[in-house]
């Protein structure tokens, strides 16, 4: 289902045709190394770099018959070099392909989840500059609060996304690593200038020790990196979805002519593609989980974790590279209603501005408790006999002895909560 999704470019890398050039590449890596080391003869190298190639379906026959995709994958080539090809896979395990392999093709998409990730933050950033100096209510508990400007909330949005790309290129970093040491990792057949060799040719840094396998806290650590991220688009997502609630409709999906939003009712207008992120964000969080657990396997290495990493892996970065670039277009695209922001900032008939009003108290001599309990007093009638909260303030006693109405007036002004919002995006947007 997903695959009708699939961004062409990522798909292309969890294709077996990219996958197994990734294996030739490294075998004939190891060959050029031990070339030089005098192990290879130069003409034997020359037919296997001329000959070494393979097919995809011949693959797949073979295997059908031995049971075990590299040997398959060998055999292919073999049939292509011919005699020289004995020199190919010298010293070498199944796992030193597949591991170093895997290194290659994660940081392959690790670098369109990077660009994923840049267009992301420029579609938030300028959405956060459009709207600098909107204001809107803000909400604690799903309850308004005091106000703030709707860039703000995208603002923290984009430094969230600075952290998240800042995780991404150490995962990167941390999964663009090889290994060719052997069948328990002690370079008994192979030394480890030749793992050294291949993996500079190639642009991974060599393991500085490792089993049959390279350690799966590395890749627990990618897959763990794409959780967090895939859970903050969500974050993302449950906020467009919960301003596009009727009861509030300060934003809105864009819906276009001829979309539908429901089967049975022709007024539907849904936050669908947002749903869309938060349901997406549960399977990510799950192959998360599934990293972790390929961590603890059997002594030098069982199998246990190989047929978890050929799900997770293509399905947690296509899913990656899907979500970013879905948010993306959400956010471009996203309809705003400032009439709807407005309306909602003056619904609670200044109850925003208590704040305000509790500190000027405090400023004129009250202790805080004895201010506190003026204006919720006088919040409370907002509340229950449905007053503005300026006329419950300005006909409280007690309030009157230290404020006059002009005094009061200047705390319901907007600029109180939108003075520092210059110096803060200077911060964020450095």
């Avoid at 961590?295 to 978890?308: G, K, Q």
Wanted: aromatic content about 8%; some cysteine; glycine content about 4%.
């Amino acid at each position: 289902m997903i695959s009708r999704y699939t961004r062409e470019e990522m798909g292309r890398i969890w294709e077996p045709e990219n996958i197994f050039r990734k294996w030739l590449d490294i075998e004939i890596s190891v060959c050029e190394a031990w070339a030089e080391l005098g192990k290879i003869p130069q003409k034997s190298l020359k037919t296997i770099k001329e000959k070494a190639a393979f097919d995809v379906n011949r693959i797949g026959e073979i295997e059908r018959e031995v049971k075990h995709d590299v040997i398959a994958f060998l055999t292919s080539v073999s049939e292509n070099v011919g005699e020289d090809a004995r020199y190919i896979h010298m010293g070498l395990t199944s796992s030193d392909i597949l591991d170093t392999a895997l290194g290659l093709l994660l940081k392959e998409a690790s670098e369109l989840i990077i660009k994923d990730i840049e267009t992301l933050m420029n579609v938030i950033k300028e959405r956060a500059f459009q709207h600098k100096d909107t204001l809107m209510i803000g909400r604690t508990h799903g309850i308004h609060a005091e106000p703030m400007t709707l860039g703000w909330k995208f603002a923290i949005w984009y430094e969230e996304m600075k952290r998240n790309l800042s995780r991404m290129e150490r995962a990167k970093d941390v999964v663009s690593c090889g290994k060719l040491s052997g069948a328990v990792g002690n370079y008994a057949h192979i030394p480890p200038s030749v793992e050294e060799f291949v993996c500079k040719r190639l642009g991974l840094e060599p393991s500085p020790v490792s089993s049959q396998i390279l350690q799966r806290d590395r890749h627990a650590e990618f897959f763990t990196t794409l959780a967090i991220i895939a859970t903050s688009l969500e974050r993302f997502a449950v906020e467009i979805r919960h301003l596009q609630r009727t009861e509030v409709f300060e934003a809105e999906e864009f819906f276009s002519k001829g979309q539908k939003g429901s089967s049975a009712m022709p007024h539907k207008r849904n936050p669908v593609l947002s749903e869309n992120i938060c349901g997406l964000a549960r399977l990510v969080r799950s192959h998360a989980l599934a990293a972790m657990e390929d961590i603890p396997l059997w002594h030098e290495r069982d199998i246990s974790h190989s047929s978890v990493e050929r799900v997770i892996a293509p399905d947690s970065t296509i899913l990656m590279d899907f979500m970013l670039s879905r948010m993306a277009g959400i956010l471009k695209n996203l309809t705003i209603y400032p009439e709807n922001i407005k309306k909602n900032l003056e619904l609670l008939k200044g109850l925003p501005y208590s704040q305000r009003v509790l500190l000027g108290l405090v400023e004129k001599g009250l202790t805080r408790e004895d201010a506190y309990r003026v204006v919720q007093r006088c919040a409370m009638k907002v509340w229950e006999e449905g007053v503005e909260f300026f006329d419950a303030l300005t006909h409280d006693d007690e309030l009157s002895e230290h404020m006059t109405e002009d005094d009061i007036k200047l705390f319901f002004t907007p600029e109180n909560y939108t003075r520092h919002t210059e110096e803060v995006f200077k911060r964020v947007f450095i």
